[in-house]
């Protein structure tokens, strides 16, 4: 079962804030966050694990509502760096990993 | 030192060809998977291999065959190639049972274009 993402796409101007959401028609036991810069291959963010977890990494965080079933990326004062497909990946219980359709981001100076 | 390379990075061919792609990690992981990517830039994963051993097999014609020699080694051999096939395809490594639940490390993908 795909999850879904939205923004589908996002444009910022640099420093500016962006939020990414992620959500499972089905009970979630994990989410795992992925960037994917054009013409490469996706970079492992983080994972989140449990309910209510919280990571960062640098100034990209996201948080984990297992209630809800969905999950989401913050990214903060962004750079031209950030620019990229986001992509959200979901293990539920008793199914295989899948990702999201991605989000594309882009930073604009 | 590459963690998970695939070869070859690029691969042109003509319908009906036969053509395989390489992948190797070294990581140490036990768990080796298939991605294709398409034009819309779905992530859809094909296989994956725990330790050698099939663990995922998605719906996938059975004109792709992957083969495991050792868990470092994931290569995928496609037969009778088809427009349809064109896609990049990213071989990937983890430390987990099989079914996707830790981080993934990519390799820099095989853009094949059936012509």
């Known amino acids: 079962q795909q999850p879904v993402q939205s923004p589908q796409a996002v444009i910022l101007r640099e420093g500016e804030d962006a939020v990414i959401n992620c959500s499972s028609s089905k009970a979630l036991y994990s989410v795992h966050w992925y960037r994917q810069k054009h013409g490469e291959a996706p970079v492992f963010l983080m994972i989140?694990?449990?309910?209510?977890e919280q990571k960062g990494h640098e100034k990209i965080s996201a948080s984990f509502n297992e209630k809800k079933q969905q999950s989401s990326l913050y990214l903060t004062a962004s750079q031209l760096s950030y620019s990229g497909t986001y992509f959200c990946?979901?293990?539920?219980?008793?199914?295989?990993?899948?990702f999201g359709p991605g989000t594309r981001l882009s930073v604009l100076p | 030192d590459t963690a998970v390379s695939q070869t070859p990075k690029y691969l042109v061919t003509q319908m009906g060809n036969d053509k395989s792609i390489k992948c190797e990690q070294n990581l140490g992981h036990d768990t080796m998977y298939w991605y294709k990517q398409d034009s819309k830039k779905f992530l859809k994963i094909m296989f994956s291999y725990n330790n050698k051993e099939l663990i995922i097999n998605e719906t996938v014609p059975n004109r792709f065959s992957p083969k495991s020699p050792d868990k470092a080694h994931l290569n995928l051999h496609i037969n009778s190639l088809e427009l349809g096939d064109s896609a990049v395809y990213f071989c990937a490594s983890s430390q987990d049972q099989g079914t996707g639940g830790t981080e993934a490390f990519f390799g820099q993908g095989t853009r094949l274009t059936v012509v």
């Open positions: 989140l694990l449990k309910g209510g």
């Open positions: 990946g979901t293990l539920n219980y008793g199914q295989n990993f899948v």
